[in-house]
């Protein structure tokens, strides 16, 4: 977040952390530096039982590397030596003591990526001991299974082995060895084509289960964030190494479908642990539901709190040269100062809503003072557009746009102006799943967006024989969401709104934003006129209107007679029977309304 930002404050906590972190590891004075006692790797040597101490040892190192790497904080790497050379004591010792095969036995437990941080303190000290730790922490039971390209991950903890094959993208770099390059090329390609949800995430329960057998596997504990996390970094080496569109492509639907979510809304500390796949389920409505801000702190925290603060660092991909290159492969509004090209880019991207189906992106720069670079810039068209209706302009001039799945390559100088207009649309993916009995076990997604149901209980869709997707469903006009309502009324000092319940309206406390309880207490205003504009309640007073319980599309809020309840049911032939007046407050108060059945004048809500 610091690189990226350059915010003084985090310039200093983050060097306070390092002192602080430095003062215990002096202290302690061997080297180690964890919040646990080293006795934990005395029971993990002994094949004993414990719970993932590398983990969290992985995690410091790649921090503090990260220090040193992205801030020069020359403490850091010192750290972060000293730490290395006492685990490589340790595993000297086990191996000596007993034998290598004793020092793979105990890799049977979480390491996360020790492999991948020890290449890359190996790439910057060139310390042979570096080099060979991190090959030792290379699962060969592993690794060798994709060596020989076997379909065989089934039965694995996801987030034990997805770091490690990271690590072995590292040894690729360092070494140059193209086995471990052709490893990670094929590890893509049976998790993405056997083991991937439509979100791009993997696992049921943190482990992989049986290939293109999904269709079993729907329920609340799906894809654990932190795969997702590291299947990101995977991709990234992916595409860095091959320019592969494909590689952006899954980088984007993992990015927007596996971390944007994981958090709930812009609440600080909210955020969850899976990613439930499952009908009739939620993030809230599963095993671990949100965590909380104090009392929660599971690895998928960790990772997606570091998540959050690098949505920006795949966005952009220099290509050396005698002319500067700059792949966009994500879009999304930002800056760029890109210092070879001579220019600061920006790039802006409007919010896709299904009432206008583009996706709009804006490019402009201007050149550093005194600085004129020609360059080029290469658009990722994403596999999931269409040629059909699809339109790039620079400085107002046509481009010709090649087929989805490739690149737009741009000559680029300071203070040109480019548009790239998008077609999105609606589309449906069959699961990872072989058996003829899933076929019809399918995701909706509208461009990159994988699209949730709200339904209450009715959860096959019904498509008939339609030639197309868009034939079965369509978008939800854009002045609907001004329609959407939640009726309120204060007693005493506490809050109640009109509330759906089982079909039946009753007033329930005012609920919590995000929860099935606002969702029940949510209803759209259906005019006369549906084209109706309104930006707030008030220009709704003298319209007539039903109301359209969000929860039951389709069906709206009718009067059952003087002192019987308000049902939500389908709308009666007698449209005036279910159809309300919205009037001012009867309470006389500012900004309140209430409805005047139409049928039964004299008659309110």
């Known amino acids: 977040m610091w690189a990226s930002t350059q915010n003084d404050t985090l310039k200093e906590k983050m060097s306070a952390v390092v002192s602080a972190l430095s003062a215990c590891q002096k202290k302690m004075g061997t080297g180690y530096l964890s919040a646990f006692p080293s ?119 996801a987030n034990t082995h997805i770091p490690i094959v990271i690590g072995s993208q590292m040894r690729y770099e360092v070494t140059g060895d193209p086995l471990y390059k052709t490893i990670s090329t094929f590890f893509m390609e049976i998790v993405n084509s056997s083991h991937s949800y ?156 299904s009432s206008d189906p583009y996706l709009h992106v804006t490019l402009t720069s201007s050149s550093k003072e005194g600085a004129e670079q020609s360059s080029t810039l290469n658009l990722r068209i994403p596999i999931w557009t269409s040629s059909k209706g699809a339109k790039a302009t620079l400085n107002a001039q046509n481009l010709d746009l090649p087929a989805p799945g490739s690149f737009l390559q741009v000559k680029w100088s300071g203070g040109d102006k480019l548009t790239l207009n998008l077609p999105i649309s609606i589309r449906t993916e069959q699961i990872k799943d072989d058996r003829p009995e899933y076929a019809s076990v399918r995701a909706i997604l509208y461009g990159p967006y994988l699209l949730s149901g709200y339904s209450s209980g009715d959860w096959d869709i019904k498509t008939g024989s339609t030639g197309s997707d868009a034939d079965w469903i369509s978008p939800v006009p854009a002045s609907y969401n001004n329609h959407l309502v939640t009726f309120s009324q204060e007693s005493g000092e506490s809050t109640f709104v ?23 207490a949510t209803f759209r205003l259906i005019f006369d006129d549906t084209s109706e504009k309104i930006s707030s309640i008030e220009e709704a007073i003298g319209k007539t209107v039903m109301l359209e319980s969000f929860d039951f599309p389709g069906m709206v809020l009718v009067p059952q007679g003087t002192e019987n309840n308000l049902v939500v049911t389908d709308p009666p032939n007698d449209t005036a029977t279910s159809s309300f007046g919205i009037v001012h407050g009867l309470d006389g108060k500012d900004n309140s309304v209430s409805l005047e059945s139409v049928t039964q004048k004299g008659c309110y809500i």
């Not at 000297?92 to 105990?106: A, F, G, K, P």
């Not at 509330?499 to 995000?514: V, Y």
Request: hydrophobic share 40%.
């Open 198 to 353: 439509a979100t791009g995430g993997t696992s049921v329960s943190e482990f992989w289960s049986d290939p293109k057998r999904l269709a079993s596997t729907l329920q609340t504990e799906n894809e654990e964030s932190c795969t997702t996390y590291n299947m990101l970094k995977v991709s990234r080496h992916l595409f860095r190494w091959t320019k592969e569109v494909a590689y952006a492509d899954y980088y984007e639907r993992a990015l927007t479908n596996g971390v944007l979510g994981i958090q709930r809304g812009t609440e600080p500390g909210v955020m969850i642990y899976m990613l439930p796949q499952g009908r009739g389920v939620s993030k809230a409505v599963s095993y671990h539901k949100w965590g909380t801000p104090f009392n929660s702190f599971w690895c998928c925290y960790g990772t997606g709190i570091e998540s959050f603060s690098k949505l920006g660092d795949s966005i952009y991909f220099e290509e050396e040269g005698s002319v500067p290159s700059l792949y966009i492969i994500q879009y999304e509004s930002s800056t760029l100062d890109w210092k070879s090209g001579k220019i600061v880019l920006n790039q802006k991207v409007d919010p896709v809503v």
């Open 498 to 520: 009109l509330t759906n319940m089982n079909q039946s309206i009753r007033m329930e406390k005012f609920p919590k934003a995000g929860t099935d309880a606002a969702i029940r």
């Open 39 to 157: 006795e934990l790797f005395d029971r993990f040597e002994a094949i004993k039982p414990v719970w993932a101490p590398y983990y969290t040892i992985h995690k410091i190192l790649a921090g503090l590397l990260d220090q040193y790497t992205f801030a020069n904080d020359a403490q850091a790497l010192v750290m972060t030596t000293w730490m290395v050379e006492y685990f490589y004591n340790r595993v000297q010792n086990v191996i000596r003591t007993h034998t290598v095969e004793r020092h793979w036995l105990s890799l049977n437990e979480e390491t996360g990526g020790m492999n991948d941080v020890l290449y890359r303190l190996f790439a910057i000290t060139g310390n042979p001991k570096h080099l060979l730790l991190a090959h030792l922490f290379d699962k060969p039971c592993f690794l060798g299974l994709l060596a020989v390209q076997a379909d065989d991950i089934s039965g694995f903890h």
